[in-house]
Every structure is written in C-alpha cells, then in structure tokens.
C-alpha cells in the first residue's frame, strides 16, 4: 500500500495542509475510524481533491472496505492523471479482490506514467507469475535489477520462476545470488534442496546446509529452512533418524511462529456438512461437458501428478492451485469473521442468482484462456471444502479426489515445507491425524451427497499402472485418449509446488509405503489415525 502523502505547497491553503498531516497521523496511529470521519468530512469541503480521495481509500483498505477503498482510490486518480500512489493503491485493491486483469490495467498505466516505478514492476512480475506467464514476469522481475542490482528478492523470485519451468541449473545461480546479497536469507537453500539429489554428506551444498546450522541460531525462523533440506539430505543418503530428526525439528520451530485455532477448522468442516446437507437445497444434474477439472485432496496426496499427466493433453490447460472457489465461498456463502454461513435456502434455489455466481467464476478463471485450449484444470487441494458449492455453480464440472495412503500421505506433508498459511495444521502428528481424519469423513459426506459426481484416484494404483489408471481418469472427463499423458514428463508447462522435480519424472514406486524406514517415529500419528 503506498502511503506517501502529499502536501500542498505554497499555492494551497494551510488549513488543507494541516488537516491532511491530522488525517495521516491518526493513520499512522491506526486510528481508522477517527481518520475515516475525519477524511469525510474534509471530502465535503474538497470533493475533487485526489490527496483527500487517496485518504479516504487509504482509511477504507485498511478496514477492510475494499469496494468503498476501489472507489476513492478510483476518483484519486481521475481527479489527477498522473497521480502516482493512487495508481499504485488502487492496483493493490484490484490484486487483493483478485481483480488481476484490472490489477494488471492499472499498474502497467503506472508504468507509463513512470517506467522505473519499481513498485510497478514488481506487481506486474508477481502478477505475470500469477498468471501463469512466467517468460514475462521474469521479464519485468529483470528490469527491476537493472535500476536495483542489490534486490536480493529479486534475485529469489526470478529463480522461483525458471525453478517452476524447469531450468533448475540456472535458478540455482539466482538462489545463490540473493542469499550472497543477504547473507540471513535461508529459504533459498530449501529451493536448491528440492532439485538435488544428494549422493553423501560431501556434496557440496550438504556442507553449506550443515555449515549454516552451526551459525543460525536456533530460535530463528531463518533455521526452518535449513532443518527442511538437511532432512531431505539425509533422507537423500538413507539415513532415515537423522533425517527425522531435522524434519521434526523444522515443524516445532515453525510451530511456534503460527496462530491456529484446529477447533475452528474442525468446527468448519461439521457446518460446511450441515449447511449443504439442507433438503430444500435443489443441486442441477447436467452431462454437458465440462469446462473445468478439479482436481483436489490432501496436500501431497498426487495432485501435481495428476495435473502433469491430464494438463499433457492437447484439450487441456493447467492452471495450477488456484483461490478462486475459495474467493466465490468467501464473498457469497460464508462471512469469515463471524463464521457464519450468508445465504438464505431461497438464494440457494434461485437460478438467476447461481447463474450470476457461475458466471463470475468463469469470468475469474477468463483469465487463462487465450483460445487455444478448451478445459482449464484448478489443482487446489484444500477445494475439497467447496465441493458443495461447485456442484451447485458448475454442476457438469469434473472433480478428481486424489488418495494416498493415510500414512504415506501425513509424512509427505509433515516433512515438506508447504509454506501454506492453509497447511497449518501440519506441525503437530496429533493434529495431523485429526485433520485427515476430518478430511476423509468431509469426502464420504460429498460422495453420498452427490453420487458418481466424484472420481477417487488411488495415488498407490497410478504409479503401479500408469497407462490403466490415465485411461480410466481421462474417460471420466471426457477426453480423448492422448499419447502425450502416457509421457506426462514431456511436459514442459511450470510446476510450482513442491513437486516441481518429481513430477518431471517418469512415475516411480519408491514412494508407496515409505512411512515405513520412520515407523519408530510415527506412533503419535498411526495412534491417531487408527483410533475410531
């Protein structure tokens, strides 16, 4: 949000002056309200004023009015063409509510006011990125480095992108150079682990691992990091308790820096069950076919493999994990803050008002179609939640429930750094447990709600008999047999989980039961998930 104030100079008044320098300080006080009446007010006095409309947006964003925040920041920037922070705020409105196509507008017209806005071209960047057009983020991400050769996120970002393309060699360059630049920087390190494979404690980058363990101390959060790779290291080199060790080590430091209230999420779940479980909820059956596969589940349950090999498909677009279901739930069903669910049964019936609801995902998702491709893939995990919602907004839709077993699947996660605030649950093998467990009694709550509306995948079945399973998948959807999914690896479109080296890979078995070199280790986690 960009906060620089602009004061008036000799040619204005110096009441005007002095009210804005108020107006700013409670502000900065985080007095909202107080600045809100007093924004208004003075708005009353000089209605065309853009310093006073960027106020009052500044006082709304902050209060989280986003459409009264869009407003002023609109009227800001009318009022003054040239009006660089306007611009600047009203992008950040526009990327907050995922308005990306307005968001990506209004920074490049920040750009041609002034090319060298690095604010500009950082939000073009990460929107690119977001956007799945990663050749172009790196693109602006490059310019930055021109006027700025020390931004060592910069540096990071860029090697975030050619990671997810692949180009693992050169990404490597742009890690080490952002952590030269910042030499408390970690998370880098984790990066590079995820696309080496390490053959012995004197691998070179094992050494830098176990070197910046000695120094870092161990309270901070720069650690995590670090005790993530050296696990992955010593996991790499078969060393099954040392690796543990700093697998577990990672999650209780983590642990301490989150705030997760696991009640609340379970509460979630049960009221997701009750609220769509209503009788007088009417869910449309259709057999056109459909524009959008979803494919979801537990985090490190297959997904990412799943999208490889169905996304290699001439029909189909991969869109990776996206917020957007999640974004309709929050804005239309259920108010966060009070934790209540919106919508009346008769809203819920009315087919004009899901029609409505329909069509703004579909414009949302617009956003990744250039023409070329048919179907668009949303590989959000965590939709499971929603699956509710998009039988009743996209009732032809494809939803593919990717399984894993129980086991394999919480180690997966808990030994990944996911780096999802969605994935909090994941620091603690009692929670762990109880959250999968939650997970599966929300699934079989949507299979008998809506039958033959979900295709379970069998994580175990597919890397055993790729060809048979791809098959199988690819008729539930509709597709056409395509040479290219049986040789998903040839796939050469971004990945951006965890997932991003594996899933380039021809399928293997060697993660099928791998629970099982740290059984000693997971007692508090087979207890939980064994219990009735």
Known sequence: ?????????????????????????????????????????????????????????????????????????????????????????????????????????????????????????????????????????????????????????????????????????????????????????????YNISLSSKYESENDSHFKRLKEKDLIISNNLREKVPIYYSLGKAYEDIKEADKAFEFFNKAASLEKKFINYDFDYEKKLFENIKTFFDKKEITYINSKEKSDVIFILGMPRSGTTLVEQIISSHDDVYGAGELPDVMNIFLTHFFDRKKKVFLLSNKQLNDKKFLKKIRQEYLNSIGRFFSGEKKILIDKSPFNFKFIGLIKLILPNAKVIQCERNAIDNCLSIYKNNIGSAASNFKYDFKQLGEYYKSYLDLMNFWKKKFPNFIYKLSYEKLVQNQKNETKKVLNFCNLSLNEKCFEFEKNVKFIKTVSLFQARKPVYQTSINSWKKYEKHLSPLIEVLQSK
């Open 1 to 189: 949000m960009a906060e620089n104030f602009y004061y008036l100079n000799t040619t204005f008044d110096l009441y005007l002056n002095r009210e804005i320098e108020r107006i700013t300080e409670n502000l900065n006080k985080k007095n909202f309200q107080k600045a809100e009446q007093d924004s208004k007010r003075l708005l009353k006095e000089f209605p065309k004023h853009f310093v006073v409309n960027n106020l009052l947006g500044l006082c709304f964003y902050y209060q989280n009015k986003m459409n009264d925040s869009e407003l002023y920041f609109s009227k800001a920037i009318k009022e003054e063409k040239k009006f660089e922070d306007g611009y600047k705020n009203l992008g950040t409105v526009y990327k907050r509510t995922g308005k990306i196509i307005k968001a990506k507008n209004t920074f490049e017209q920040l750009l041609l006011i002034n090319p060298k806005s690095i604010n500009g071209l950082i939000n073009l960047g990460d929107i690119f990125q977001e956007l799945n057009q990663i050749e172009k983020a790196i693109n602006f991400y490059k310019k930055i480095l021109e006027i700025d050769k020390t931004a060592y996120l910069i540096f990071f970002k860029i090697g975030i992108c050619l990671q997810s393309l692949g180009k693992f060699d050169e990404a490597k360059n742009y890690f080490d150079k952002s952590m030269e630049l910042n030499k408390t920087f970690t998370q880098p390190e």
